[in-house]
């Protein structure tokens, strides 16, 4: 079993900057972001693939959110720019075993258990 553990997530104004990490247990070559708001469904955020050379974001957060990953440490960062109030969600740190990386959280095997994020002036 592959272990995730998020961190990071805390209080923060609009127009703040936030970075969150993600770190892996073990090798995952697909991680990505995903977040979820009270009564909505887990929403994808960003994702990369093994070199770090492919990316996919939201579009609720291209331009203002980059994802990347330091293969050596098995961890992946969320750094956050320019936050608004509707990025407040609890935000998690997904992994699977293949190459492609997918916008659907059903995906995704490995799961951390979430951090919450709330962007409030």
């Known amino acids: 079993q592959v272990q995730l553990v998020e961190s990071g997530g805390g209080l923060a104004k609009p127009g703040d900057s936030l970075t969150l990490s993600c770190a892996a247990s073990?090798?995952?070559?697909?991680m990505a972001w995903f977040r979820q708001i009270p009564g909505k469904e887990r929403e994808f955020v960003g994702g990369i693939n093994w070199t770090g050379g492919t990316t996919y974001y939201a579009d609720s957060v291209k331009g203002r959110f980059t994802v990347s990953r330091v293969n050596p440490k098995n961890t992946m960062y969320l750094q956050m720019n320019n936050l608004k109030p509707e990025d407040t969600a609890v935000y998690y740190c997904?992994?699977?075993?293949?190459?492609?990386?997918?916008?659907?959280?059903?995906?995704?095997?490995?799961w951390g258990q979430g951090t919450q994020v709330t962007v409030s002036s």
């Open positions: 997904a992994a699977h075993r293949g190459t492609i990386v997918y916008k659907s959280h059903t995906r995704y095997d490995y």
């Open positions: 073990a090798r995952t070559p697909t």
